[in-house]
């Protein structure tokens, strides 16, 4: 492809953080950008601000296959075809242990970060092999290092992970890039969502600790795409100066 040919971004969870950052990121470079989300007046602010030749906007439930489907059919034609994919929609619920967790909120999370995940990326993938395009999954360092409370929500970010890494070696030779892209403490809607809108614990665990912003991940996104074609970033984990590792915790009798 000439690199100076517009190109087509699809974005999910593009009504908040990460998502919406990106989306105002690739559209304001020229990309086309097709924004994903439930709020579809978050959505429609984002065609407003931009243009509908701009920005197209596709309003479902991720976990709805059918939904998916029938969204990805009416994208205008205009867009051409999706050259990179965002896989980005995702949510932690609860900060439980397991044993007192709630089965209803690991299975959301599952059926967000992870199936509606594979659904997606399965029904782009013919058309980013043939457009030599990029995958950049929105993992999370939860899914590399466990944490109290963490649970089902650093399951599903592993997952995110190791299929990052299994689509990077399914498809040697294609052309297609695969990035898994893992985030550490980052200032958006997530602990709000988590939390069930508690915005006193939210605002607790980002004062003072000069969180990662979501125009710092959208700037991050932004490279990984624009990097020559002959380059890939496997694993990118990123966090703020503040956060950093701790050790084990030891249980005694
Ligand atoms: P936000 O809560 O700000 O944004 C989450 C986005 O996901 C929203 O646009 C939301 O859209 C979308 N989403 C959630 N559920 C669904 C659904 N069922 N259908 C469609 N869209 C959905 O959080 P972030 O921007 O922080 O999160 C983005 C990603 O980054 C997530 O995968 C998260 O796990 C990950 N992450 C976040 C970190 C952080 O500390 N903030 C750190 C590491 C990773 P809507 O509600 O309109 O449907
Ligand atoms: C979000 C980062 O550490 O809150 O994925 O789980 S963390």
Sequence with gaps: RDASEQQTILVTGATSGFGRAAVERFATAGWRVVACGRRAERLQALVDAHGAERVHGCAFDIRDAAAMADALEAIPAGF????????????????????????????????????????????LLPGLIARRGAILNVSSIAGSYPYPGGNAYGGTKAFVTQFSLGLRSDLHGTGVRVTSIEPGLAETEFTLVRTGGDVSASDALYAGARPITAADIAETLWWVANLPPHLNINRLEVMPVSQSFAGFQIHRD
């Design 80 to 123: 051409g075809g999706i050259d990179v994919l965002v896989n980005n929609a995702g949510l932690a619920l609860g900060t439980a242990p397991a044993q007192r967790a709630d089965l209803a909120q690991w299975r959301q999370m599952i059926d967000t970060n992870v199936t509606a995940l594979v659904t997606l990326t399965h029904a």
